[in-house]
Protein backbone atom coordinates (compact mmCIF):
# COMPACT_ATOMS: atom_id res chain seq x y z
CA UNK A 1 0.00 0.00 0.00
CA UNK A 2 1.25 3.49 -0.64
CA UNK A 3 2.43 5.64 2.12
CA UNK A 4 -0.19 8.16 1.94
CA UNK A 5 -3.07 5.66 1.48
CA UNK A 6 -1.77 3.67 4.87
CA UNK A 7 -2.00 7.06 6.96
CA UNK A 8 -5.73 7.40 5.22
CA UNK A 9 -6.62 4.31 6.06
CA UNK A 10 -5.20 4.51 9.42
CA UNK A 11 -6.26 7.97 10.28
CA UNK A 12 -8.91 7.77 12.82
CA UNK A 13 -7.26 4.35 14.41
CA UNK A 14 -3.97 6.37 14.80
CA UNK A 15 -5.60 9.29 16.43
CA UNK A 16 -7.75 6.99 18.80
CA UNK A 17 -4.64 5.66 20.36
CA UNK A 18 -2.65 8.53 20.24
CA UNK A 19 -5.90 10.40 22.58
CA UNK A 20 -5.61 6.96 24.67
CA UNK A 21 -2.11 7.24 25.46
CA UNK A 22 -2.45 11.04 26.32
CA UNK A 23 -5.54 10.14 28.80
CA UNK A 24 -3.86 7.43 30.47
CA UNK A 25 -0.98 10.08 30.90
CA UNK A 26 -3.24 12.65 32.04
CA UNK A 27 -4.46 10.43 34.84
CA UNK A 28 -0.95 9.33 35.72
CA UNK A 29 -0.30 13.21 36.17
CA UNK A 30 -3.51 13.74 38.07
CA UNK A 31 -2.81 10.65 40.35
CA UNK A 32 0.40 12.32 41.54
CA UNK A 33 2.79 10.42 39.56
CA UNK A 34 6.53 11.33 40.08
CA UNK A 35 9.67 11.94 37.37
CA UNK A 36 12.23 9.00 38.02
CA UNK A 37 9.62 6.56 37.49
CA UNK A 38 11.10 3.24 35.17
CA UNK A 39 7.73 2.93 34.04
CA UNK A 40 7.06 6.88 33.08
CA UNK A 41 10.66 6.36 31.37
CA UNK A 42 9.74 3.58 29.01
CA UNK A 43 6.60 5.70 27.89
CA UNK A 44 8.71 9.03 27.08
CA UNK A 45 11.64 6.26 25.69
CA UNK A 46 8.71 4.97 23.52
CA UNK A 47 7.16 8.41 22.61
CA UNK A 48 10.91 9.66 21.73
CA UNK A 49 11.49 6.47 19.16
CA UNK A 50 8.00 6.81 17.85
CA UNK A 51 8.67 10.35 16.99
CA UNK A 52 11.92 9.64 14.75
CA UNK A 53 11.80 8.52 11.36
CA UNK A 54 12.67 5.46 9.56
CA UNK A 55 11.54 1.56 9.95
CA UNK A 56 11.99 -0.45 13.00
CA UNK A 57 10.05 1.94 15.16
CA UNK A 58 7.92 -1.28 16.47
CA UNK A 59 11.28 -3.04 17.40
CA UNK A 60 13.03 -0.65 19.18
CA UNK A 61 9.65 -0.06 20.99
CA UNK A 62 9.65 -3.52 21.94
CA UNK A 63 13.28 -3.74 22.91
CA UNK A 64 12.38 -0.79 25.59
CA UNK A 65 10.18 -2.84 27.10
CA UNK A 66 11.77 -5.86 27.24
CA UNK A 67 15.18 -4.93 29.11
CA UNK A 68 15.34 -4.41 32.74
CA UNK A 69 14.30 -0.97 33.78
CA UNK A 70 18.29 -0.37 34.32
CA UNK A 71 19.16 -1.33 31.15
CA UNK A 72 16.52 0.99 29.52
CA UNK A 73 17.63 3.90 31.08
Known amino acids: MPAAKVLDAYALE ?3 KLLEIAAILDRYDRGGGSAGDP ?3 RVRTSLQVLASEGPGRAEKIARVYSETPKEAA
Open 14 to 16: VRC
Open 39 to 41: ALD
